[in-house]
């Protein structure tokens, strides 16, 4: 697997958080100087941390609109010793570059595929995931259609793996027909933040397709409560479902640091996997969602 310090062996890997950002700029979307996270070196000290305690791979699904800074990743990376997969691809509506509206969708595709095959902006580093591609809410625009249908074109000419961005874990269902009817492995396909949908009935559909489930928000009580996160982890294993589950915290803001008063990356190693052994749930099960599945979702 390509990671940013060159070709990592996938069978060595100890544990993948599958989503987060290492740095990220959706200050002017969102207006407000939170979202401008750019503090690499309290990132570096935190990933020194997360190394020490086991987790040794993060997927970055920072993409091209979203302040994407590979070289800041790169920094990172060298500093830490964290192996990072970094992503290709366009967010959601209004997070995307203005150039892409005229455009059409194979030419859009080569932007992305150029990225994996060639390497990002002016360097050799090699995107090793098409994400986060996502919709807004309601319905997906015109826009984002034609975004997932390019990612999903990258897909079938690199067989790289897709993830998705849902927000409040909605339009699941719309962007698996989408990416099926493009021909995409939904065995390849990752659908994010599905830990924010509040039916478990909703979460076992999207589970049927053979699509993955990001549980990527952990931590982020203020929208869900970890207890449901865990309870839906539960019923997802129960319907057979565990070798679908991949974890993350999805961190995007400033405040979401240690240093400035938040959770940091280490929260769900120190405080969800107790929380999750301690419902039952095995250290078994945990190593196949944090390891096996990513590696998988890798091959
Ligand atoms: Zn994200």
Redesign the pocket.
């Known amino acids: 697997m390509e990671t940013v310090r060159g070709n990592i062996d996938i069978e060595g890997i100890k544990a993948v958080y599958i989503?987060?950002?290492l740095k990220?700029d959706l200050s002017a979307q969102k207006k407000d100087e939170d979202a401008r996270f750019d503090q690499s070196e309290l990132v570096i000290s935190e990933m020194k941390e997360l190394v020490s305690k086991g987790i040794d791979t993060i997927v970055e699904?920072?993409n091209m609109g979203m302040g994407r800074d590979i070289e800041a990743i790169r920094y990172i990376c060298n500093e830490s010793g964290i192996n990072v997969v970094v992503s290709t691809g366009f967010y959601k509506e209004p997070f995307l570059p203005t150039y892409v509206y005229s455009m059409k969708e194979e030419d859009i595709s080569k932007i992305l595929v150029k990225e994996i095959v060639k390497g990002i902006d002016n360097t050799n580093i090699k995107a090793g995931m098409i994400g986060?591609v996502g919709t807004g809410k309601g319905q997906m625009s015109e826009i984002e259609m034609k975004i997932m249908k390019s990612c999903a074109l990258a897909h079938v000419e690199t067989g790289i793996p897709i993830y998705t961005?849902t927000t409040l874990g909605t339009l699941a269902l719309e962007q698996l027909k989408l990416l099926k009817n493009t021909g995409v492995n939904l065995q390849k396909v990752v659908i994010?933040?599905m830990d924010l949908n509040p039916s478990i009935e909703y979460l076992s559909k999207v589970a049927d397709t053979g699509c993955f489930l990001g549980f990527?928000t952990i931590g982020k009580i203020k929208y869900q409560p970890d207890e449901y996160r865990i309870k839906a982890i539960i019923q997802l294993i129960k319907r057979g479902h565990l070798n679908q589950i991949v974890l993350s915290q999805?961190l995007?803001r400033k405040s979401h640091l240690k240093a400035n008063g938040g959770i940091g990356y280490s929260y769900l190693v120190d405080t969800f996997i107790p929380q999750m052994l301690k419902a039952g749930i095995s250290q078994t099960q945990i190593d196949c969602m944090l390891k096996n599945n990513p590696k998988r979702l890798f091959i």
Do not use: K, N, R
């Open positions: 989503h987060e950002h990220i699904v920072t986060e961005h994010g933040h990527d999805d995007t």
